[in-house]
C-alpha cells in the first residue's frame, strides 16, 4: 500500500482495510473492506463487510456479513445483515442502458433500456417511467399441454393495499 496517503490498515482498525477518505473506522468492526470515498463512514460497528463505492452504506450504522456496491446503495436502513445491495442503478448485459439522468433503475438483459424508477428485464425490453417490462417468458410445458397456465403477479391497488392478480398465459 505505498504511496496510498488515503488508505488506512492498522492495529486499530481492527483487521479491516480502508482504502480511501473516510471520516473515522467502526469502533467495534473487525474485518471490514472499505473501497471508495466515505464508504462506511458511519459504521460504528460491523464485522465482515465489503463496501465498494462513494457514500456506500451513508446510513448503516450497525452491519455484520453485507456486501454492498454502489453510491448510496444503503441509504435508506440504519442496520442490518447478510445482505446484498447494489446502487440506484443496477444494469446488467452487453448494451444494456438506462437514460441520462436516470434513479433507481433495473435493467437486464442485452439491449434492455429502462427509464426512472423503471424495470426493465428481457433482451431488448425498454420501458419509459414507472414502467414493468419483462421480455420472453419460457414455461416447460412437457406432458402438460392441457393445462391452463396463469402468470401470479401482486399489484398495490389504490388503497395502498397489495393484491394478487392472474394473468392467463394460454390453455
Do not use: C
Not at 50 to 58: K, N, V
Not at 66 to 77: F, K, P, Q
Not at 160 to 170: A, E, H, R, S
Request: hydrophobic share 35%; glycine share 14%; net charge negative.
Amino acid at each position: 500500500l505505498n504511496d496510498l496517503s488515503d488508505a488506512s490498515f492498522a492495529a486499530t482498525a481492527n483487521g479491516s482495510l480502508y482504502v480511501g477518505q473516510i471520516s473515522s473506522a467502526p469502533a467495534t468492526g473487525l474485518s471490514n473492506v472499505t473501497l471508495g470515498g466515505g464508504a462506511g463512514k458511519v459504521m460504528s460497528s460491523g464485522t465482515d463487510n465489503t463496501l465498494i463505492g462513494s457514500d456506500s452504506a451513508s446510513l448503516l450504522t450497525v452491519a455484520s456479513h453485507n456486501v454492498i456496491v454502489g453510491s448510496d446503495s444503503a441509504a435508506a436502513i440504519t442496520e442490518g445483515g447478510d445482505n446484498v445491495l447494489i446502487g440506484s442503478d443496477v444494469i446488467i448485459g452487453k448494451g444494456a442502458d438506462v437514460s441520462a439522468g436516470t434513479v433507481r433503475s433495473v435493467v437486464i438483459g442485452e439491449g434492455a433500456t429502462g427509464n426512472n424508477e423503471s424495470i426493465a428485464i428481457g433482451q431488448g425490453v425498454t420501458v419509459s417511467n414507472n414502467e414493468l417490462g419483462i421480455g420472453e417468458i419460457t414455461l416447460n410445458t412437457t406432458g402438460y399441454e392441457d393445462q391452463t397456465y396463469y402468470l401470479p403477479i401482486k399489484i398495490k391497488n389504490s388503497s395502498g393495499n397489495m393484491v394478487q392478480y392472474y394473468i392467463k398465459l394460454w390453455t
